[in-house]
Structures are given as C-alpha cells and as structure tokens.
C-alpha cells in the first residue's frame, strides 16, 4: 500500500501543474508505465481545470487532492471541492470529427477522464465534504 497522501490548493490555473505531478507521482510509485502515468496526470489536469473554469467560474475557491493506492494492482484518487456542482450527463458525448476545424469546444475533459481511468464517480453536495470526483484506475499486465 502507498501511504494516502493529500493536498489542498488555491483553485488557480498555476495550481494546475502541481495537482497534476502530485497525482503522476502516486502512480509512477504504484508502478504504472510511463504513458499511463501521462494519461493519469492528464485526466487529473482536466478534471482540476474544470472545477477552476467551471465549479468555480474563476472566482477561487479550493481544490483537495488525496491519493492512494496498492502497488501493482490500483492507483485511487479523490478531488475535492466546494464550487457550483453540474450534471454530468449534461456534457454532450464527445465525438471526434474528421478536421480540427470541425471539432466543437468542450466535453474532451470529460472524455479524457473516463477514457483514461477505469472508474469515474461524481457526487455533488456531499454533506460536509461538497463535490466529490473519485477516478480509480488498475494496473494491468502484472
């Protein structure tokens, strides 16, 4: 087991990183691959810039990470906040298109996140925590 680790930061764009290495490292211990370690760092870099764009509309606020997990087998992460929770059924399917030009703004953070993870849990107005997105992913090929 990893011991569970936890972060709380300003809900900023140059927090962004930092969220992101904090949970890229958790996985690299876990033993995933380089690339799933990318995948995981960006799916955490998606999920964080919607609560800033989004949750929290710019308007600050805070963002809790914890992390945890059990060496070669999964990799858990929660991220906490306190912004105007959303519908997630709300966010049209993201479908690629043929030309970049073509493509339509929003919804790939969504995609990405349940792309790359294995399971996405969103749950809104938990009482006295507040929105809570849980992402677990599973080392595979072990």
Avoid: W
Wanted: hydrophobic share 40%; charged share 25%.
């Amino acid at each position: 087991m990893i011991p569970r680790r936890k972060m709380v930061v300003p809900a900023q764009h140059d927090q962004l990183a930092r969220l992101a290495s904090f949970a890229a490292a958790a996985a690299a211990e876990v033993g995933f691959d380089e690339l799933q370690v990318n995948r995981i760092e960006l799916a955490v870099d998606e999920a964080c810039s919607n609560i800033i764009d989004h949750a929290y509309a710019g308007q600050g606020g805070q963002i809790e990470i914890e992390v945890t997990g059990e060496r070669n087998r999964n990799l858990l992460i929660v991220i906490i906040d306190q912004g105007k929770p959303f519908d997630p059924a709300s966010v049209q399917e993201y479908v690629p298109s043929g030309s970049l030009d073509d493509a339509k703004v929003g919804g790939l953070g969504l995609h990405l996140m349940r792309q790359t993870m294995d399971q996405v849990c969103f749950e809104f107005g938990v009482p006295g925590v507040g929105n809570r997105l849980t992402m677990q992913k599973f080392v595979r090929g072990r």
